[in-house]
């Protein structure tokens, strides 16, 4: 089995990031030939400072180390450090359909609240999205909730060039979404029917994972909950059920074995045991992110290291992609 995922180095990371995401990547380290790519190009679909990217870019590296991630047992490495996402991406262009795009969820939200330039990138997207996953021929991706999107897109995607392309051959594998049981979409605190993100949520509705002990505290303490006072989930009670499911996810038992142990108890004991499971989960994180964040150039070479392992598997998948489009010199040894 080979694991692929994209995770982007903007802003710090919040809590739905971290259950959502970077536990399963932790996770599928074990279970598989892992790879986890800094997605650096995506990033610059929206406005952004260079400066600030690259900072960020190591910011999340010293994270997802600290998380858990061993370069030893997976290949993490930097999105722009292997030109062959750019190249497959333009090449998929070709099996891609425009309207698609253009009915795409995350591109009609944050198209909308852009003030400035909508940049093609931004449509483009899930186009270098599928072509960061389909370039490892990767049969699993770790993904929150909120990619399902983008992740049918890419099978469609990977479907469509192996009927165009593939001569009866799987040229391109299509991949299987792993989206968890429990969190895989953390909601905002202060407005629950939302989710928790980087750029669409609230300050003090977002518990970012390297938020002070007292912070965190305080933002569960304010979270938003609902009429009645019954400690279960229900359509109706979006803010319970968030926490409830929060509970859930960082403790790692069933969202029932907490409405059982707090059957009976109030809102603010449960916003309690909440704050105090999320500040006991994420401690040793910030404690080793504190150790790794400071040394650059040691997170430099895990990258480099990374990308050079990255390079030979997707070189491998672009020289057939190149060969069955009929672009480029044709390969050595092949005939006519
Ligand atoms: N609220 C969430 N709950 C569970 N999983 C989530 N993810 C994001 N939000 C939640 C998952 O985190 C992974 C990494 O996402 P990303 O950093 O590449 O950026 P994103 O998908 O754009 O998510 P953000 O950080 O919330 O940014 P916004 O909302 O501004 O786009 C992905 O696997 C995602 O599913």
Redesign the pocket.
């Known amino acids: 089995m080979r694991i692929f995922?994209?995770?982007?180095?903007?802003?710090s990371?919040?809590?739905?990031?971290?259950?959502?995401?970077?536990t399963?990547y932790v996770a599928g380290q074990e279970r598989g030939e892992a790879l986890f790519c800094i997605?650096d190009l995506?990033a610059t679909t929206m406005p952004y400072d260079p400066v600030e990217l690259r900072r960020s870019l190591y910011d999340l590296t010293a994270l997802l180390l600290a998380a858990g991630l061993d370069p030893k047992r997976c290949i993490l490495f930097r999105q722009a450090d292997v030109m062959e996402h750019t190249e497959l991406c333009w090449l998929l262009c070709s099996v891609t359909e425009l309207g698609r795009l253009q009915r795409m969820h995350?591109f009609r939200?944050?198209s909308t609240t852009q003030r400035e330039l909508v940049s093609a990138g931004l449509l483009f997207y899930p186009v270098l999205q599928a072509a960061d996953v389909l370039a490892y021929r990767a049969t699993e991706v770790?993904?929150?909730?909120?990619?399902r999107e983008h992740l049918e897109l890419m099978r469609d995607v990977a479907r469509r060039f192996n009927a165009r392309f593939g001569g009866g051959d799987e040229v391109l594998v299509v991949p299987e979404h792993r989206?968890?049981e429990v969190?895989?979409?953390?909601?905002?605190l202060q407005d629950p029917t939302k989710?928790?993100?980087?750029?669409?949520?609230s300050e003090q509705g977002t518990v970012y994972v390297l938020d002070e002990p007292k912070v965190i505290e305080k933002k569960f303490k304010s979270a938003v909950t609902d009429s009645g006072s019954e400690v279960r989930r229900a359509p109706e009670k979006p803010g319970v059920s968030n926490l409830i499911e929060i509970l859930a996810a960082v403790r790692g038992v069933a969202p029932e074995a907490v409405e059982g142990e707090l059957a009976g108890a109030r809102y603010g004991e449960l916003k309690a045991a909440v704050a105090a499971a999320v500040i006991d989960y994420l401690r040793p994180v910030a404690e080793r992110y504190g150790d790794l964040r400071s040394d650059e150039a040691a997170l430099e070479s895990i990258l480099a290291d990374g990308a050079e392992r990255a390079r030979k598997i997707a070189g491998e998948t672009l020289g057939d992609v190149r060969e069955r489009m009929g672009v480029g010199a044709r390969r050595a040894g092949r005939p006519s």
Request: charged share 20%; no cysteine; glycine share 18%.
């Open positions: 995922s994209g995770i982007q180095p903007t802003g990371k919040h809590l739905g990031n971290y259950i959502g995401a970077i399963q997605v995506h995350q939200d944050k770790p993904v929150g909730e909120d990619q989206i968890p969190g895989a979409r953390i909601m905002d989710k928790m993100s980087t750029t669409g949520g």
